[in-house]
T-cell receptor
Framework: DTGVSQNPRHKITKRGQNVTFRCDPISEHNRLYWYRQTLGQGPEFLTYFQNEAQLEKSRLLSDRFSAERPKGSFSTLEIQRTEQGDSAMYLC????????????FGPGTRLTVT | QKEVEQDPGPLSVPEGAIVSLNCTYSNSAFQYFMWYRQYSRKGPELLMYTYSSGNKEDGRFTAQVDKSSKYISLFIRDSQPSDSATYLCAILNRDDKIIFGKGTRLHILP
């Protein structure tokens, strides 16, 4: 098992463009989480999945953000019409069900919106 | 009041010293407490989690929870330059979500 992976590692885009990030969790983990982290802050929860079901979305997640986990394996996070305020590190984590306290993070995707 | 608060530092200590990192939290109902280490431009790495009160040790790292004062600590013995990173404390709240502190930047001076 190679841990949680995320692609791309870095994305530079112009304001107004759409971007999509991918996360591959640890294979036996059925929970998958998305977080956003800005400079000098801890990660902030965005949304999470139990298998393919999206169970909760933070109010931080505006209508321009959408996440999917179609077959309960990898997940994608899409941001439409990007804004400069979307510039951040987007982190994915996974855990086994019932062990939310034991989340393992991927390396993150750093988004820069110019 | 924020659910978990952490001094951002930076904290600089000489190599070999004992490091003490601390956080406070707001709700006595929290039961799970975690420490993550994050190197620059990398994802957070889980160091350890603790359930309820008491101490937990893993090599040079000891996590301590004092529920009476709502205080959590991480001690690093025999600190090494490779320990230089940001350390994030975190709690699992009643909604089963992890809430992180802002992180403390630690520098170990050779």
């Amino acid at each position: 098992d190679t841990g949680v992976s995320q692609n791309p590692r870095h994305k530079i885009t112009k304001r107004g463009q759409n971007v999509t990030f991918r996360c591959d969790p640890i294979s036996e983990h059925n929970r998958l989480y998305w977080y956003r982290q800005t400079l000098g802050q801890g990660p902030e929860f965005l949304t999470y999945f139990q298998n393919e079901a999206q169970l909760e979305k933070s109010r931080l997640l505006s209508d321009r953000f959408s996440a999917e986990r179609p077959k309960g394996s990898f997940s994608t996070l899409e941001i439409q019409r990007t804004e400069q305020g979307d510039s951040a590190m987007y982190l994915c984590a996974s855990s086994a069900s019932g062990r939310s306290y034991e989340q393992y993070f991927g390396p993150g995707t750093r988004l820069t919106v110019t | 009041q924020k659910e978990v608060e952490q001094d951002p530092g930076p904290l600089s200590v000489p190599e070999g010293a004992i490091v003490s990192l601390n956080c406070t939290y707001s709700n006595s109902a929290f039961q799970y407490f975690m420490w993550y280490r994050q190197y620059s431009r990398k994802g957070p790495e889980l160091l350890m989690y603790t359930y309820s009160s008491g101490n937990k040790e893993d090599g040079r790292f000891t996590a301590q929870v004092d529920k009476s004062s709502k205080y959590i600590s991480l001690f690093i013995r025999d600190s090494q330059p490779s320990d230089s990173a940001t350390y994030l404390c975190a709690i699992l709240n009643r909604d089963d979500k992890i809430i992180f502190g802002k992180g403390t930047r630690l520098h170990i001076l050779p």
